[in-house]
């Protein structure tokens, strides 16, 4: 059962394959007892957030999260949910949540924990809802929902600073890289799970996590080792918690689920990190922040010698909050980006685009101009081998029980363009 929920399950023509919280299986039955919810979140203590709260809570920090919605209602979202500044275009359905996923992720980041519900890492911060097609949107309903491209693009354009993507396909998908480096462009951090597909050749770690200029997260369990289920290979930037999560699996928000897993909730906890540090540092860009965040990491290898299971380590906001005079590097320097000496590529340019948004204005201003589009493929070779992250003492992040997937536009696409599709992630992944 469990191994249905990671894997996701195709859907409709045109919509798309999700791995949800949703029915996580044995182990998952809702429990009435919502205080229960907080005693489950084992990764608050050990990451100190009683103690990083002190220096930032994340607020004046929007977080885009591009989801099945959220319901602003739940008790710890209550005064959480920026409805009003989703644009029109894409606005239809954002708090209605279909599924559970997306309020789940809302609350991992931005949550208050009012009435026993979930405490997020980052209650400070605000959410921007974001509704797209996934497994189990309403059929009468899927033509008026976004499809990802459409809401990540949409969101480069609002002064969201973060955006979040719990949710990822298997193949390449020009329309989501196109997305995302517009994203880049306008300053955005954008950070996604990189799938649940951890018993594949390389990982299968899909899109939008394996685009360029997207922090992609793995999942660690309670003992700070990286769940087996976790996508694999050379698009793994850093680790946070992910196994053992109380969330919603079902559109009646009467109650919590327990025992998931997953990228998801993993990519939440990141998002929330990234929301404490941008908080604490507002007149820093996205580059800077996703600097912090590979510096401080937790890991037992070099820092330049990223693995494809761990990428540069397990996400400690700590570590940045502590330090006051810490020192975030270049503006405009994408630091997940390298000179492949072999392909003789440049994937980041130094200076920031005309376009880009000012740090002042959004906090945030990233530079893909010039990018080749191979984003992280080309990022350098990243080890094999297992993996354990170090103590999860300073470390962090949560999971649902999926990463969200999505097809490649209609499914008809998918048959015909499938395999060339895949081959093409193949290779843009090989070291």
């Not at 959220?70 to 279909?98: H, M």
């Not at 992250?389 to 992040?397: C, D, K, Q, R, Y």
Request: hydrophobic content about 40%.
């Amino acid at each position: 059962m469990k191994s249905a929920t990671r894997r996701g399950l195709p859907v409709r023509a045109g919509s798309v394959i999700a791995s949800a919280l949703v029915a996580a299986g044995v182990g998952v039955a809702p429990s009435a007892a919502a205080a229960d919810a907080q005693s489950e979140q084992w990764y608050l203590e050990p990451m100190q957030a009683e103690t990083m709260w002190k220096a930032s809570t994340g607020k004046g920090i929007k977080v885009a999260v591009i989801d099945t919605g959220v319901n602003p209602s739940t008790p710890s979202l209550r005064g959480q949910v920026l409805a009003d500044e989703v644009p029109k275009q894409v606005a239809y359905g954002a708090t209605k949540d279909y599924q559970g996923h997306g309020t789940s992720m809302a609350e991992l980041i931005a949550g208050t924990g009012a009435e026993g519900g979930l405490q997020g890492l980052a209650p400070g911060a605000k959410i921007v809802p974001y509704r797209i097609v996934l497994t189990g949107v309403p059929e009468a309903e899927e033509k008026k929902t976004a499809e990802p491209a459409e809401a990540i693009k949409a969101a480069a354009d609002t002064d969201a600073q973060i955006i979040n993507m719990s949710f990822g396909g298997p193949y390449y998908d020009p329309a989501i890289e196109e997305a995302v480096t517009y994203a880049a462009s306008k300053g955005k951090l954008l950070i996604a799970g990189v799938g649940n597909e951890g018993g594949g050749d390389e990982g299968d770690i899909g899109y939008p996590a394996a685009a360029p200029y997207v922090v992609g997260v793995s999942s660690m369990d309670r003992d700070a080792n990286i769940s087996k289920f976790s996508s694999r290979g050379n698009y793994v930037d850093l680790v946070a918690p992910g196994e053992d999560m109380p969330g919603y699996c079902r559109p009646s928000f009467e109650s919590y689920c327990h025992g998931l897993e997953g990228t998801s909730a993993s990519a939440a906890i990141a998002s929330a990190s990234a929301a404490l540090i941008w908080s604490a540092h507002p007149d820093w860009t996205a580059n800077q922040v996703t600097r912090a965040l590979i510096d401080t990491a937790s890991r037992k290898w070099p820092k330049n010698d990223p693995t494809q299971y761990a990428g540069y380590g397990t996400v400690r906001p700590r570590v940045v909050l502590e330090n006051p005079n810490y020192d975030a590097g270049p503006a405009y320097s994408d630091p997940l980006a390298k000179w492949n000496k072999e392909k003789g590529k440049k994937l980041v340019t130094e200076v920031p685009p005309a376009s880009a948004a000012s740090p002042s204005a959004t906090g945030s201003s990233q530079a893909p101009e010039g990018s080749s589009g191979a984003g992280k493929a080309a990022a350098g070779s990243k080890a094999e081998g297992t993996e354990k992250t170090e103590n999860v003492a300073a470390e962090s992040s949560t999971d649902d029980n999926s990463t969200l997937w999505i097809a490649l536009g209609a499914a008809a696409a998918v048959v015909v363009l499938g395999g060339g599709a895949f081959v093409v992630l193949r290779s843009r992944r090989a070291t």
